[in-house]
């Protein structure tokens, strides 16, 4: 009883992180589905065209998904650089070196990926839908019809003020007379 008791949480143990995998997999496939359904619908997408530019966006989704940058960060180490050896920071370097060569791969691969998409995506939709696709733009005044100048930052700095302890907000907005 003890020894499948073990070997029940072992398996356990084991798949958890795979199944927080699938988890995060599966959010990405609802977040591009949501996209999409939003983008036709705001593009009033109908019928055929509809199912095919929904089809064509996941696949493009699913595609740069395969591509994405996994952060591959460094070892975190307790050593200073001082306390290297000469073979360990050489393998650091190396290590960093091709850390950053694989994150230019995955740009470039995934350029690559926005191109193809993009050829096959400008047969049916406008330069301006293209646009939302490829490089959307944000609007920084699209919420309250105000630029909120420092409210995330507000509480990280001393007396709730913005950095260096100057006041945010309270008077000196982005259309302010400085």
């Known amino acids: ?18 199944t927080g995998m699938a988890q995060r997999e599966n959010r990405f496939e609802q977040m591009a589905e949501k996209r999409a ?17 929904l089809s064509t966006y996941k696949e493009y989704i699913a595609e740069q998904m395969k591509h994405r940058s996994a952060m591959v960060r460094p070892e975190r180490d307790a050593k200073k650089a001082s306390e ?7 393998a650091r370097i190396t ?11 995955n740009a470039f691969n995934r350029l690559e990926v926005d191109k193809k998409y993009y050829e096959l995506f400008a047969k049916s939709l406008t330069p301006q839908q293209l646009v939302e ?22 509480g990280n700095f001393p007396m709730g003020g913005g950095m260096q302890g100057a ?8 259309d302010d007379d400085w």
């Open 1 to 18: 009883m003890k020894k499948t008791v073990c070997m029940l949480f072992f398996a356990c143990l084991v798949s958890w992180p795979l």
């Open 37 to 53: 359904g939003q983008l036709a619908d705001s593009w009033k997408l109908e019928g055929e065209a509809r199912t095919g530019f």
């Open 84 to 90: 290297y050896t000469d073979e360990e920071a050489n």
């Open 95 to 105: 290590a960093e070196f091709d850390r950053k060569a694989q994150e230019v791969a």
């Open 133 to 154: 696709i490829f490089a959307p733009v944000f609007n920084v005044r699209a919420r309250g019809g105000q630029f909120r100048q420092g409210r995330g930052m507000q």
């Open 167 to 174: 006041p945010m907000g309270g008077g000196m907005g982005m």
